[in-house]
């Protein structure tokens, strides 16, 4: 059984900044793709940076310049620094990564529960 455990999110002003973390757990052989999702009220799941195993990123255009990805690749941990955050960045944020293990060893997808983060003006 593998898990994502999401932290770091919660209320911050404008301009402020705030750093998620996302550890996986389980008995895992490797991780691919590890990426974060946000879901605002009444919108769609939407990308909002995603990273190889390698370590190549990829930023949705909304957050580039302020959202930074990066990965502990020996602590199985993704993160995300997020600087002068915005109101339109209010949602739920979701940890996301494609985890091969000893039960699904091709590899399988696997979410976190969600934390909320609030930007408020």
């Known amino acids: 059984q593998v898990q994502l455990v999401e932290s770091g999110g919660g209320l911050v002003q404008a301009g402020g900044s705030l750093r998620?973390?996302?550890?996986?757990?389980?008995?895992?052989f490797s991780i691919k793709p590890m990426g974060w999702y946000r879901q605002a009220p009444g919108k769609q799941r939407e990308l909002v940076a995603a990273i190889t195993s390698g370590g190549t990123t990829n930023y949705a255009d909304s957050v580039k310049?302020?959202?930074t990805i990066s990965r502990d690749n020996a602590k199985n941990t993704v993160y995300l620094q997020m600087n002068s955050l915005k109101p339109e960045d209010t949602a739920v944020y979701y940890c996301n990564a494609d985890v091969a293990s000893y039960i699904v060893p091709g590899g399988d997808d696997y979410w976190g529960q969600g934390t909320q983060v609030t930007v408020s003006l």
């Open 20 to 28: 998620l973390s996302c550890a996986a757990s389980g008995t895992i």
């Open 65 to 67: 310049g302020r959202f």
